[in-house]
């Protein structure tokens, strides 16, 4: 009775797994196709039936994951800030034991490449997604809690510090602003190591007031 039941459930895990990765392929298809057609022809261009003609797959295989063009748009999203909590996961790592300033620098730096990877993409997800959606409402709560663990671990305990959260308030919402600013709204005549090094600056230094 037992090997038949651990038969039974092997050949279940058999029929379940090309089904997920079928699954897999044809989100990320779809994804793929909406980045292609965003960048190509713009917001207006994006039409459900569009995106399952460039991805290869049924409209209704698109539908059975997406709804409609804000799902994608969401789905995106959530794709780029999951890069992101990965990203500041490997810098926390790195630099675990490091000074604060230390730190601030990396978070800084590893934000600001992270969105310079695709910048005509990231901005047209936040002209399109609302700014409370779900993801990221959760994502500056996380943000927030990298901030505020760093910088009340690190902070030297003979200096006077301000409200803490009022400070990681504060340094959170400049270090978004000014990651996204160096990549979308960059002066011409201002470089991105002359961005990221003026960022780090303003901040350290409203640290340091």
Same mark, same amino acid.
């Given at each position: 009775?037992?090997?038949?039941?651990?038969?039974?459930? /092997?050949?279940?895990?058999?029929?379940?797994?090309?089904?997920?990765?079928?699954?897999?392929?044809?989100?990320?298809?779809?994804?793929?196709?909406?980045?292609?057609?965003?960048?190509?022809?713009?917001?207006?261009?994006?039409? /459900?039936?569009?995106?399952?003609?460039?991805?290869?797959?049924?409209?209704?295989? +698109?539908?059975?994951?997406?709804?409609?063009?804000?799902?994608?748009?969401?789905?995106?999203?959530?794709?780029?800030?999951?890069?992101?909590?990965?990203?500041?996961?490997?810098?926390?790592?790195?630099?675990?034991?490091?000074?604060?300033?230390?730190?601030?620098?990396?978070?800084?730096?590893?934000?600001?490449?992270?969105? /310079?990877?695709?910048?005509? +993409?990231?901005?047209?997800?936040?002209?399109?997604?609302?700014?409370?959606?779900?993801? /990221?409402?959760?994502?500056?709560?996380?943000?927030?809690?990298?901030?505020? +663990?760093?910088?009340?671990?690190?902070?030297?305990?003979?200096?006077?510090?301000?409200?803490?959260?009022?400070?990681?308030?504060?340094?959170?919402?400049?270090?978004?602003? +000014?990651?996204?600013?160096?990549?979308?709204?960059?002066?011409?005549?201002?470089?991105?190591?002359?961005?990221?090094?003026?960022?780090?600056?303003?901040?350290?230094?409203?640290?340091?007031?």
């Amino acid at each position: 009775m037992t090997g038949e039941v651990i038969r039974m459930s /092997t050949k279940q895990l058999e029929r379940r797994e090309p089904k997920q990765l079928r699954a897999r392929h044809t989100v990320e298809a779809v994804l793929s196709a909406a980045v292609r057609i965003l960048k190509r022809e713009g917001v207006n261009g994006l039409t /459900t039936n569009r995106i399952a003609e460039i991805a290869g797959v049924s409209i209704g295989s +698109l539908y059975q994951y997406f709804p409609d063009k804000n799902a994608i748009f969401a789905a995106l999203h959530r794709r780029h800030i999951e890069e992101i909590d990965r990203m500041i996961h490997e810098v926390l790592t790195r630099y675990a034991a490091s000074e604060l300033h230390s730190l601030i620098r990396a978070l800084i730096e590893a934000m600001i490449d992270a969105h /310079t990877k695709d910048p005509e +993409l990231y901005e047209l997800l936040a002209a399109e997604v609302p700014h409370r959606a779900g993801s /990221t409402e959760e994502f500056a709560v996380r943000l927030h809690g990298v901030f505020r +663990l760093a910088i009340s671990s690190r902070i030297h305990k003979k200096k006077k510090l301000r409200d803490l959260d009022k400070t990681v308030f504060i340094v959170t919402n400049m270090v978004e602003t +000014l990651s996204h600013g160096a990549t979308l709204r960059r002066p011409p005549n201002v470089s991105l190591n002359e961005a990221k090094e003026e960022a780090v600056r303003a901040v350290l230094a409203y640290l340091n007031a």
